[in-house]
């Protein structure tokens, strides 16, 4: 059984002459208690994804096609008020800069109180005051009978995430956490702080987590099975080691060669690289999206045919054409990345 | 064991900029952020020094001191030997800088063609009529096409952005150029390229690079040297062999140990360090590291560590080292 | 295979991401045909507005006389042309003069903060006063004339230009790309004017065009107070002055320069309006990504 199961997605926005599509045919599944990782570049949909499934697509854009359901629930159906009533209760998203979703002007206590009155209209105030301490010490907040009183400005970036962490599960029932690049605002000893922090608590709730990045160590180090998207496709998803061991898809296969790894590639000697840019919405080529970046392409299929994603060997979901001719991976095989 | 060396291309000695916080509008609270405190770096000609540290830790402060964006309170930037007060049009010419966020740092109503013409009409670097020739061979030297030149910056893509930021930094020959994070803002599919770019560029111009990163992966790939920042101070410095093989101060090992290493087979459990870094408000006495470290003892509160040479040209700024 | 140019649909910067909007267009509308006839009036064979006719006072509307006739027997068309010419050179030299003085104080106190200081308390003290109120002031130290109502309406309106220029000044200060402008060795002069001012060229223009309405606005003041254009010259506020002992006998000589003055400011505002518009910031990334 799935807890959030995407199928056929398409997220189109107004263009100057057609409508610009961002998620492209895009079929997911989460299942409940894992993490699942999402990887890309910025601009590829991993972000318009995760407003699709709280239903917050900014205007103009709009879900053109599909559905998303949440256990029995078609989200892109439901009204309003049942879905608002999801957010923040089932369904909860953390952002890159919690700078953003904080206000400015009251006490990060008075914040998480605020989420918690929506959710528990009953409680009593002395109550609640209890459960946001008790929610920040969960959270791994130092001090938190003093820091309630202290505003968004006063805490260092990592204390604001783990605020923002929070106030996501403060409705107590989350199933699913969504944390679009949760780490890239801060530094490196507080990235690991907080990342540990979000494995301890997906535990702890038995939630399922989607992790999105464009960090690749991240992934490694954190998630379970991991989807791989690309100019608004779906390219890969396989299980997080199986993903780093045998990649199929040759942008990933790129991702992991162009990877500076201590030790594995001689120092100052050029690197491994993708070459190009991504294309942007509307300048994809017609048949794979990958076409004028790949090392494995052909003029034909490659160029006119676009691959769907298909289930090679066991849990591998794979969209090349030449997902299973391409040689097994070997990290520094730097060869087969510049065509 | 000595070694003969060059003398460096630029020299920081001692240097200090501290920053004023402001309390309230009226009352200028005498609480000072030390941005940088006592850095002292030598940058040898056709070689790259790193710079690592995070945020708030004073490498950029360290970079616009170099660029004389800002004066220091006191130590001083040497070039060549010369010392260094204001920037005079020979220093622009010999030091130049890439920005972290090349879409900031491009003039947004300029197009491309005069954004590149900048620096060589200031400098006088060719004569008016080779101006056009010159900006082509600098396109071409970043990998990028003549139909660029009459773009705006907001009509590239972030990676076509930085490869135009370099090439204005290149463009009146400098010797030296400092790039602050030059890829973290990147996508990484794009790192590589612009890693490549700066490689080679350094190999055929015999550049030396001040190459500012918190990312300790890519700083293994380029750069000679090695100097970790913590709180405005060097607490490490070493050629990055020896400084990769066996980092000696906590701080450094806490930072290798918290890289996310992109294999899900080597998961680290234990790789945390705890707290956070303070913000720089002057503290009086003690290792400013002491309050996150786990070899932290009494002697670490009352005296200041200063930087020890070992070995190896390693220098470590701890007191629970063995001096050698 | 079909590749599209996407990005230079999207995201441009400023000016060149004009499109004509409706306030803009409406504005023009209302005030090209003004300014036409205005500056070609001595073309238009429009009647002496100075000649006195004692044969022909107060003549409503009439074939001969389009818009009537004043008490003194003027043409009243002819009066409110060459007095649309009138406002026309008050707000366009004082708007001339207040661009000038506005950006080069205005960019000189955001650069310098020294000067900062001094040129602040400066706009400052001026903006204590009622705009109005120091003008009449203004006119009575320096007496009535075309000149000095330009001179009054400048050094009225230059504060607010200044603050505009200054802040636009101070917001790219510190720029990432003024930086970089600055470690390549462009001097102060040309980092400026090629590098930062070009940014705030578009709130001074919408003030500029606020500021010209506010121009007329003060012309007619003063005029009507007998402080601007000194009569018989035909200005919009002498008009209405003279006319107010003939509202009940002449409803023409006042409704007539009183609706030009209403089209103009309205006009004006509305080209205003529409230039602010479109250089709005929290406009410009209508249907981005």
């Not at chain 3, 900062?116 to 109005?132: C, E, K, V």
């Not at chain 3, 004339?145 to 603050?163: G, H, K, M």
Request: contains cysteine; charged residues 20%; proline residues 6%.
């Amino acid at each position: 059984m799935n807890l959030v199961d995407i199928r056929n997605l398409e997220v189109q926005f107004p263009g100057a002459t057609e409508p610009l599509t961002v998620i492209d045919d895009l079929s997911l599944n989460i299942l409940p208690g894992e993490i699942l990782g999402l990887v890309g570049e910025s601009g590829c949909g991993k972000s318009m994804l995760a407003r699709s499934i709280m239903g917050l697509v900014p205007s103009p854009g709009n879900v053109s096609k599909g559905q998303i359901f949440f256990g029995d629930l078609d989200l892109l159906t439901l009204d309003e008020p049942s879905r608002r009533s999801l957010r923040g209760n089932q369904i909860s998203i953390i952002l890159q800069e919690p700078m953003t979703t904080l206000n400015p002007v009251y006490t990060i206590g008075n914040q998480i109180e605020e989420v918690l009155k929506e959710h528990r209209p009953d409680m009593k105030r002395s109550e609640r005051r209890q459960l946001v301490i008790q929610l920040m010490k969960q959270t791994g907040i130092p001090s938190p009978e003093a820091r309630i009183h202290q505003y968004p400005h006063e805490l260092s970036g990592g204390i604001r995430q783990r605020v923002a962490i929070a106030m996501a599960l403060v409705g107590g029932k989350v199933q699913l956490l969504i944390a679009d690049e949760p780490t890239t605002a801060l530094d490196v000893t507080i990235q690991a702080q907080i990342l540990k922090l979000f494995v301890e608590l997906q535990k702890e709730h038995q939630m399922s987590l989607l992790l999105i990045t464009h960090d690749l160590g991240v992934i490694a180090q954190t998630a379970h099975r991991v989807a791989v998207m690309y100019a608004g496709r779906l390219v890969e998803v396989a299980h997080v080691e199986e993903l780093f061991d045998n990649p199929r898809h040759p942008y990933t296969r790129g991702l992991l060669h162009s990877l500076p790894r201590p030790g594995s590639h001689s120092r100052k000697q050029p690197m491994p690289s993708i070459p190009g840019t991504v294309p942007s919405p509307g300048a994809i080529p017609q048949g794979c999206a990958f076409y004028d970046r790949c090392g494995f392409r052909d003029d034909k299929q490659c160029l006119n045919e676009r691959p769907n994603l298909e289930e090679g060997a066991t849990e591998h979901w794979v969209s090349c054409h030449f997902a299973a001719e391409i040689p097994p991976f070997k990290v520094n095989s730097s060869d087969e990345v510049t065509p | 064991m000595t070694q003969v060396r060059e003398s460096p291309i630029l020299e920081l000695r001692n240097l200090v900029k501290h920053f004023a916080m402001r309390r309230s509008l009226l009352r200028r609270s005498r609480d000072k952020v030390r941005a940088v405190d006592g850095v002292s770096l030598q940058i040898q000609s056709g070689r790259t020094t790193a710079l690592v540290g995070e945020s708030g830790c004073g490498k950029s402060t360290i970079a616009r001191l170099i660029l004389q964006l800002l004066q220091p309170d006191s130590g001083e930037v040497r070039m060549s030997g010369e010392v260094v007060v204001g920037a005079s049009k020979e220093f622009r010419r010999s030091v130049q800088m890439v920005f972290q966020d090349p879409f900031s740092s491009l003039t947004p109503h300029l197009t491309i063609r005069s954004i590149l013409k900048e620096p060589l009409t200031v400098h006088k670097v060719c004569l008016a009529e080779e101006i056009q020739d010159h900006i082509l061979d600098l396109v071409s030297a970043v990998g990028l096409s003549a139909d660029m030149l009459n773009r705006y910056p907001h009509q590239l893509s972030g990676g076509q952005r930085q490869r135009i930021g370099i090439a204005r930094a290149i463009a009146v020959n400098p010797k030296l150029i400092v790039c602050d994070e030059p890829v973290s803002a990147l996508d990484v599919s794009i790192r590589s390229q612009i890693i490549n770019l700066l490689l080679d560029i350094q190999k055929s111009r015999n550049l030396a690079y001040l190459f500012i990163s918190h990312d300790l992966d890519m700083v293994a790939h380029v750069s000679d040297t090695v100097a970790v920042m913590y709180l405005g101070k060097i607490v490490e410095q070493a050629p990055t062999e020896t400084f990769f093989a066996g980092p000696r101060h906590p701080y450094s090992k806490a930072l290798l140990a918290s890289a996310l290493i992109p294999d899900p087979k080597r998961r680290s459990e234990n790789r945390e360090l705890v707290g956070e870094m303070d913000s720089g408000v002057e503290r009086e006495t003690g290792c400013s590291f002491r309050t996150r470290c786990p070899l932290a003892i009494d002697l670490c509160a009352t005296h200041e560590p200063v930087l020890h040479y070992s070995a190896d040209e390693h220098l470590t700024a701890c007191h629970r080292i063995e001096p050698v | 295979m079909s590749k599209k140019v996407f990005h230079t649909t999207l995201k441009r910067p400023g000016i060149r991401r004009w499109r004509l909007n409706g306030m803009l267009i409406a504005g023009l509308c209302l005030l090209l045909p003004l300014a036409v006839i205005a500056v070609f009036a001595s073309w238009l064979s429009f009647l002496d507005p100075l000649s006195i006719d004692a044969s022909s006072q107060l003549l409503p509307p009439s074939w001969n006389h389009p818009f009537g006739t004043d008490n003194f027997g003027r043409d009243v068309l002819a009066r409110t042309v060459y007095g649309a010419q009138v406002s026309l050179r008050v707000g366009l030299g004082s708007m001339l003069l207040t661009a000038f003085f506005g950006v080069f104080f205005g960019v000189i106190s955001g650069w310098y903060r020294w000067a900062d200081a001094i040129i602040g308390r400066f706009t400052d003290s001026l903006m204590i006063f009622p705009g109005f109120v120091l003008a009449i002031m203004i006119m009575a130290a320096i007496g009535p004339s075309e000149f000095n109502v330009i001179i009054s309406v400048t050094v009225l309106y230059v504060p607010q230009v200044i603050r505009t220029v200054r802040a636009s000044i101070v917001e790219f200060r510190s720029a990432e790309f003024v930086d970089a402008a600055r470690t390549i060795g462009v001097g102060d002069f040309r980092l400026l004017f090629v590098h930062i001012f070009p940014k705030a060229a578009g709130p001074v223009m919408v003030q500029l065009s606020f500021g010209f309405a506010w121009a007329v606005l003060v012309e007619a003041g003063l005029s009507f107070l007998g402080l601007g254009t000194p009569p018989p010259a035909p200005s919009w506020g002498n008009m209405i002055a003279e006319a107010r002992d003939f509202i009940r006998s002449a409803w023409w000589m006042i409704t007539i320069p009183g609706g030009m003055i209403t089209l103009a400011v309205l006009g004006l505002n509305l080209i205003g309006d529409g230039l602010r518009d479109m250089l709005d910031p929290r406009l410009k990334d209508r249907g981005v990504l």
